[in-house]
């Protein structure tokens, strides 16, 4: 069984995408932790639109086919305005669906805690602004926000993501030989 019948659709990564991608207005890319672990929300954007365009790249693949926008937690409400608005161009009913980018680590691809909050986050702001027939896995997705939003800061902090990016910084902070200047000191007379 698909999510086609939704207007509000939800899965991982590139793979996931094309299978709820048939039919939507827009795509939304969510990456917490913008790209950790693998290429960036706006890289994976852009492979979706291609995908969804049958091999366009580019500018054509984002004019031929559906507006493909990247969104975190923070942003959430401001995709989900932008959605709002699409639809009201349209005069019909926007299909979007909302693809988490998950992240990968020496046994392939797995799902990532911050990234399906972050998708919960725009579910539930999709569902705030009237568009709200969400397949079950959006409707997780926002399940999932919705009960542990007061728990974010921590568990981004707490995931396996979120510890491998604090062990990244921390052995980056330990070599200063990789800080790069932006501006050298100079003492005014």
């Known amino acids: 069984m698909s999510q086609e019948r939704y207007q509000v659709r939800f ?17 939304v890319v969510v990456d917490e932790l913008d790209g950790h672990g693998q290429a960036s929300a706006a890289s994976l ?15 054509a693949a984002l004019a031929g086919g559906a507006a493909v926008l ?15 608005r699409l639809q009201e161009e349209l005069g019909d009913r926007c299909v979007v669906a909302i693809v988490a980018a998950g992240s990968l680590d020496a046994d392939g691809a797995r799902t990532a805690v911050e990234d399906l909050l972050a998708a919960g986050a725009v579910v539930d702001a999709l569902a705030e602004r009237g568009l709200d027939f969400a397949s079950p ?4 997705a926002a399940a999932a926000w919705q009960g542990l939003r007061r728990a974010t800061a921590h568990l981004l902090t707490a995931s396996t993501s979120g510890g491998h990016l604090a062990d990244a910084r921390a052995q980056r902070d330990a070599h200063p030989s990789t800080v790069v200047t932006l501006r050298e000191f100079s003492p005014r007379a």
């Not at 899965?11 to 795509?27: D, M, Q, T």
């Not at 954007?45 to 500018?59: C, D, H, L, N, Y």
């Not at 990247?70 to 709002?84: M, N, V, Y």
């Open 11 to 27: 899965e991982w990564g590139e793979a996931g995408a094309a299978r709820i991608a048939a039919g939507v207005h827009a795509i």
């Open 45 to 59: 954007a852009a492979a979706i639109a291609e995908r969804a365009t049958g091999g366009q790249s580019g500018t």
């Open 70 to 84: 990247c969104a975190t937690e923070a942003s959430a409400a401001d995709a989900a305005t932008r959605i709002l």
């Open 137 to 140: 896995e959006a409707a997780a």
